[in-house]
């Protein structure tokens, strides 16, 4: 237990060290290099995913292929397929953005398709019959009412890729999984401790802050919990 | 192709620390959550702690995961119990909602007839509700097994044994017939065993397609 504290003060002092939250190494540099590329492949993909998954949601044609495709993708080793592109095109942003677009895709087209897909067909009817075109219907209607299930897929994209994102480093592109591995090769655990709970901390503080965005966007009607009132009066 | 058919041995070496420390957690996953789920199925108040905590749990990056068990665990870093520790955590995150999920949608009159039946709440949960439940467990735990085998080779970054190696020592190498091997096994293991799974599901339970049948 003891070796257990002295470890934990060494953390506070790794923290508390001035040098370390500076210069073009430090905490505050590696945070944006890690929300960076983040924001660009989720981004990215998010371009990519929710107008394909809204066309087969709405059309419902090629269900089946977004089910395969979500589950197929989960199978692909990320760490294998970033070191392949980077073997292939060398080290830089673009092979990292690709392998982490790889990895944020599936939750989000299966997110957009299935929310689009479950809408009410008789809110749908009932948009169509208000003389809605498609367009409209799909804009107006399936979408806000999809929108829970594709913020969750948005959050669970994030998640993944914020996750693993750390490997970046592991091919000398810089974000936070950079202390893990400069931690572990100078035999500096402490280090090593507070990339982890770097690490950990932003991926709960944007788990969080999706998780409010979810709830200030999504309509108070298709909240979860909300106590149904009937029309009487 | 060569690369692969030169390291055979290797190749099989690997395979098998991979299945260990990714399927390992699939069954350690499943014992635990079955009474953790089943708790949180009928407890408001067990639901209200072990819900959270699991998505916590499951919000933790896996290579933070393989940092902060040793602390725990008083292991060694490249130990490979961090790993089968940490993707036993990931299964049971996500089986204990499931379960508990699908044991609070099984309908109440099929509880009332069993227990007017004479079934005791054990049993009933063993013979009723627990079968109901197994398409719902059956889709997660593929989830889940599918994606500890790919998880697992996140490890080798840290020195961890697996088909991960292949990665880590395929990149010292500038080594890509190895790394394309890598990827390649993971994938066809992955999708091997997701198929075992899904037909063990459709055999124990024979009942979700009496319904098909003309």
Same mark, same amino acid.
């Given at each position: 237990?003891?070796?257990?504290?002295?470890?934990?003060?060494?953390?506070?002092?790794?923290?508390?060290?001035?040098?370390?939250?500076?210069?073009?190494?430090?905490?505050?540099?590696?945070?944006?290099?890690?929300?960076?590329?983040?924001?660009?492949?989720?981004?990215?993909?998010?371009?990519?995913?929710?107008?394909?998954?809204?066309?087969?949601?709405?059309?419902?044609?090629?269900?089946?292929?977004?089910?395969?495709?979500?589950?197929?993708?989960?199978?692909?080793?990320?760490?294998?397929?970033?070191?392949?592109?980077?073997?292939?095109?060398?080290?830089?942003?673009?092979?990292?953005?690709?392998?982490?677009?790889?990895?944020?895709?599936?939750?989000?087209?299966?997110?957009?398709?299935?929310?689009?897909?479950?809408?009410?067909?008789?809110?749908?009817?009932?948009?169509?019959?208000?003389?809605?075109?498609?367009?409209?219907?799909?804009?107006?209607?399936?979408?806000?009412?999809?929108?829970?299930?594709?913020?969750?897929?948005?959050?669970?994209?994030?998640?993944?890729?914020?996750?693993?994102?750390?490997?970046?480093?592991?091919?000398?592109?810089?974000?936070?999984? $950079?202390?893990?591995?400069?931690?572990?090769?100078?035999?500096?655990?402490?280090?090593?401790?507070?990339?982890?709970?770097?690490?950990?901390?932003?991926?709960?503080?944007?788990?969080?802050?999706?998780?409010?965005?979810?709830?200030? *966007?999504?309509?108070?009607?298709?909240?979860?919990?909300?106590?149904?009132?009937?029309?009487?009066? | 192709?060569?690369?692969?058919?030169?390291?055979?041995?290797?190749?099989?070496?690997?395979?098998?620390?991979?299945?260990?420390?990714?399927?390992?957690?699939?069954?350690?996953?499943?014992?635990?959550?079955?009474?953790?789920?089943w708790?949180?199925?009928?407890?408001?108040?067990?639901?209200?702690? *072990?819900?959270?905590?699991?998505?916590?749990?499951?919000?933790?990056?896996?290579?933070?995961?393989?940092?902060?068990?040793?602390?725990?665990?008083?292991?060694?870093?490249?130990?490979?119990?961090? $790993?089968?520790?940490?993707?036993?955590?990931?299964?049971?995150?996500?089986?204990?909602?499931?379960?508990?999920?699908? *044991? +609070?949608?099984?309908?109440?009159?099929?509880?009332?007839?069993?227990?007017?039946?004479?079934?005791?709440p054990a049993r009933r949960f063993l013979?009723?509700e627990l079968?109901?439940?197994?398409?719902? *467990?059956?889709?997660?735990?593929?989830?889940?097994?599918? +994606?500890?085998?790919?998880?697992?080779?996140?490890? +080798?970054?840290?020195?961890?044994?697996?088909?991960?190696?292949?990665?880590?020592?395929?990149?010292?190498?500038?080594?890509?017939?190895?790394?394309?091997?890598?990827?390649?096994?993971?994938?066809?293991?992955?999708?091997?065993?997701?198929?075992?799974?899904?037909?063990?599901?459709?055999?124990?339970?024979?009942?979700?397609?009496?319904?098909?049948?003309?």
């Amino acid at each position: 237990m003891n070796g257990l504290f002295g470890l934990l003060e060494r953390l506070v002092d790794w923290f508390a060290d001035p040098k370390h939250w500076s210069g073009f190494d430090g905490v505050p540099v590696r945070v944006l290099e890690h929300l960076e590329y983040t924001a660009l492949a989720v981004f990215i993909a998010a371009l990519i995913a929710i107008p394909l998954g809204a066309y087969i949601g709405h059309t419902g044609r090629g269900g089946f292929l977004v089910v395969g495709l979500a589950n197929g993708l989960r199978a692909l080793p990320e760490l294998g397929l970033l070191i392949l592109l980077v073997l292939l095109m060398g080290i830089g942003l673009l092979p990292v953005t690709l392998a982490l677009i790889v990895l944020a895709i599936p939750p989000l087209l299966a997110g957009t398709y299935a929310g689009v897909r479950n809408v009410d067909r008789a809110v749908v009817d009932a948009a169509r019959g208000m003389g809605m075109r498609e367009l409209a219907v799909l804009r107006k209607v399936e979408l806000p009412n999809a929108l829970p299930l594709i913020l969750g897929g948005l959050r669970a994209a994030t998640l993944q890729v914020i996750s693993t994102a750390t490997i970046a480093a592991y091919v000398s592109l810089g974000g936070l999984g $950079v202390f893990v591995f400069v931690g572990q090769y100078t035999r500096d655990f402490p280090q090593m401790l507070a990339g982890a709970v770097l690490i950990a901390g932003l991926a709960g503080a944007i788990e969080l802050l999706l998780m409010f965005v979810q709830r200030r *966007l999504v309509s108070p009607g298709l909240q979860p919990n909300v106590v149904r009132r009937g029309t009487t009066g | 192709m060569n690369w692969f058919l030169n390291h055979i041995d290797l190749i099989v070496e690997k395979t098998g620390q991979h299945l260990v420390i990714s399927l390992l957690p699939v069954l350690f996953g499943l014992i635990i959550s079955l009474p953790l789920g089943w708790l949180a199925g009928r407890n408001p108040i067990a639901r209200a702690v *072990l819900i959270p905590v699991s998505a916590l749990l499951y919000t933790i990056p896996s290579l933070a995961m393989f940092v902060f068990l040793p602390l725990i665990l008083g292991t060694q870093i490249i130990d490979p119990v961090n $790993v089968i520790v940490a993707l036993t955590i990931y299964t049971v995150s996500l089986l204990v909602r499931a379960i508990a999920d699908a *044991l +609070s949608v099984v309908d109440a009159s099929i509880l009332a007839a069993a227990t007017a039946m004479g079934y005791r709440p054990a049993r009933r949960f063993l013979a009723v509700e627990l079968p109901l439940a197994v398409p719902v *467990l059956i889709s997660n735990l593929r989830v889940a097994t599918v +994606s500890n085998i790919s998880l697992a080779t996140v490890g +080798s970054v840290i020195g961890i044994e697996g088909l991960g190696k292949l990665f880590s020592e395929g990149f010292q190498r500038q080594n890509l017939d190895e790394i394309v091997t890598g990827v390649v096994l993971v994938v066809v293991l992955a999708l091997i065993i997701d198929l075992v799974l899904q037909l063990v599901g459709r055999a124990i339970t024979p009942w979700t397609r009496t319904a098909v049948k003309s």
